[in-house]
């Protein structure tokens, strides 16, 4: 089974902290993606990747950053925390292999972040 | 502006009604489907998908969806629910984007079934 582990499942910081939420994956993805899910408005893709050291912005990237050094390992930074950006954030990862797997995307648990 | 869109977020329904959330997109051209749904607490999962071929897909636990392409939809059914049917549900829409594949989500269907 492909395994999408996020770091954290809860978080809180404070307005101003900068914050790091990791995401790695084992099944040697190419692509990883960040979303951030709030009731009603579903998903919202924040930057994607779809190699190492290559990033995409998303639909919301405003205030957010990412990161990926390694294949497997996909990082959000929120350079300054604000409370608009309390959130459940979502990493997910998808193989570029043609075959019935290509573009599902596996989601990891989530984590909950608040800023206070 | 393009989009997936979901009608009816919350729906309540008891235990053996049928069930049937809608999904249009606006996109042209060739698209791959999905539908996802969230168990409470658990993490985002593949219900089904389409591709290609035979627009009436089955998925796990009993569900089903059609693909209609002359009327952009992806509706997800299930003939009889549970009440571990209880979840969120999203619809997906792969698209291409400055030669990128990408997902647009729908706002989610918020089903509670009552036992």
């Known amino acids: 089974d492909v395994k999408v582990t996020q770091s954290s499942r809860y978080l809180v910081k404070r307005t101003g902290e900068k914050v790091f939420l990791e995401c790695v994956q084992d099944m040697d993805h190419e692509n990883m993606f960040w979303y951030r899910q709030d009731p009603g408005l579903g998903l919202r893709l924040i930057y994607f990747?779809?190699?190492?050291?290559?990033?995409e912005k998303g639909d919301i990237p405003e205030g957010y950053s990412v990161s990926r050094e390694k294949k497997e390992r996909f990082s959000l930074i929120l350079e300054s925390a604000s409370t608009n950006q309390t959130s459940m954030y979502l990493c997910?990862?998808?193989?570029?292999?043609?075959?019935?797997?290509?573009?599902?995307?596996?989601f990891g648990a989530g984590t909950r972040l608040s800023v206070l | 502006a393009q989009s997936v869109s979901q009608h009816n977020h919350h729906v309540i329904l008891s235990e053996a009604a049928s069930l049937e959330l809608g999904c249009n997109y606006s996109?042209?051209?060739?698209?791959?489907l999905f539908w996802y749904v969230q168990y409470p607490g658990q993490h985002l999962q593949l219900l089904l998908k389409?591709?290609?071929?035979?627009?009436l897909v089955k998925g796990i636990k009993g569900f089903e969806a059609e693909f209609i392409k002359s009327k952009f939809s992806f509706n997800l059914r299930k003939p009889s629910v549970q009440w571990s049917d209880t979840a969120e549900y999203f619809c997906?829409?792969?698209?291409?984007?400055?030669?990128?594949?990408?997902?647009?989500f729908g706002k989610g269907n918020q089903v509670v079934v009552i036992p």
């Open positions: 389409y591709f290609s071929g035979d627009p």
């Open positions: 997906a829409v792969l698209r291409r984007y400055y030669g990128n594949n990408r997902l647009a």
């Open positions: 990747s779809y190699d190492v050291k290559m990033k």
């Open positions: 996109y042209g051209g060739t698209v791959n």
């Open positions: 997910a990862s998808s193989p570029q292999t043609r075959g019935l797997n290509k573009n599902i995307q596996y």
